[in-house]
């Protein structure tokens, strides 16, 4: 079946200005991961949602930075007035069940110029 | 000092070799212990998962987990120069239900020469 897909696979943009970040994760998958891999870094943590309880957002880096996730499917990472230290691999993860089995899409290479 | 210390490389073995990585760690309540595989370009795939202490064999991959020494390792016997990609420890604890957070390495990236 399908796996993690995420949109745009590259985006490019000017500091100050807003983008949007899109995750499909992996039907039926009722969790979903933010992370973010920044050159050499570590994939950092961001946000977690599972079904419909509150999402732990204590990952974010700053309140430039929100997720929402609709219908407990698709979810999309904001980051407002973006910053040259926000390039990044956006990654994001889903699993079924536990934490171990997460499934991650390609990543969004996001550069802010 | 960071909560998972890997040495990130670059590695180059030739093909054939065992390969030995390795991640450190300092926080005592990890529990599960992971290893990801991630090509250029690409997200990371799942190759080891491992639960507490003790080792696990999969085809030419070996993980090893030694709590009391706080060390992880990942072996790699007759390597190919497909293995060659970045490998992430991850890694995560039973704090309060929070297993899903996971702690990544790094990563060290190797290259499998033919």
């Known amino acids: 079946g399908a796996g993690v897909s995420q949109s745009p696979s590259n985006k490019v943009t000017e500091k100050g200005k807003d983008v949007e970040l899109r995750c499909d994760p992996i039907?039926?998958?009722?969790?979903l991961y933010w992370y973010r891999q920044s050159l050499g870094q570590g994939l950092e943590f961001l946000i977690y949602f599972q079904g419909n309880s509150a999402p732990d957002k204590s990952g974010l880096p700053s309140d430039r930075f929100s997720a929402e996730r609709t219908g407990g499917s698709v979810s999309t990472l904001t980051i407002q007035r973006t910053q040259q230290e926000d390039s990044a691999v956006y990654l994001c993860?889903?699993?079924?069940?536990?934490?171990?089995?997460?499934?991650f899409g390609p990543g969004t290479r996001l550069t802010v110029l | 000092q960071k909560e998972v210390e890997q040495d990130p490389g670059p590695l180059s073995v030739p093909e054939g070799a065992i390969v030995s990585l390795n991640c450190t760690y300092s926080n005592s309540a990890f529990q599960y212990f992971m290893w990801y595989r991630q090509y250029s370009r690409k997200g990371p795939e799942l190759l080891m998962y491992?639960?507490?202490?003790g080792n696990k064999e999969d085809g030419r991959f070996t993980a090893q987990v030694d709590k009391s020494s706080k060390y992880i390792s990942l072996f790699i016997r007759d390597s190919q120069p497909s293995d060659s990609a970045t490998y992430l420890c991850?890694?995560?604890?039973?704090?309060?239900?929070?297993?899903?957070?996971?702690?990544f390495g790094k990563g060290t990236l190797l290259t499998v020469n033919p």
């Open positions: 991850a890694m995560s604890g039973d704090s309060g239900g929070s297993n899903y957070k996971l702690t």
């Open positions: 039907s039926g998958h009722t969790a």
């Open positions: 491992t639960y507490s202490s």
């Open positions: 993860a889903s699993s079924s069940l536990w934490a171990g089995t997460q499934y």
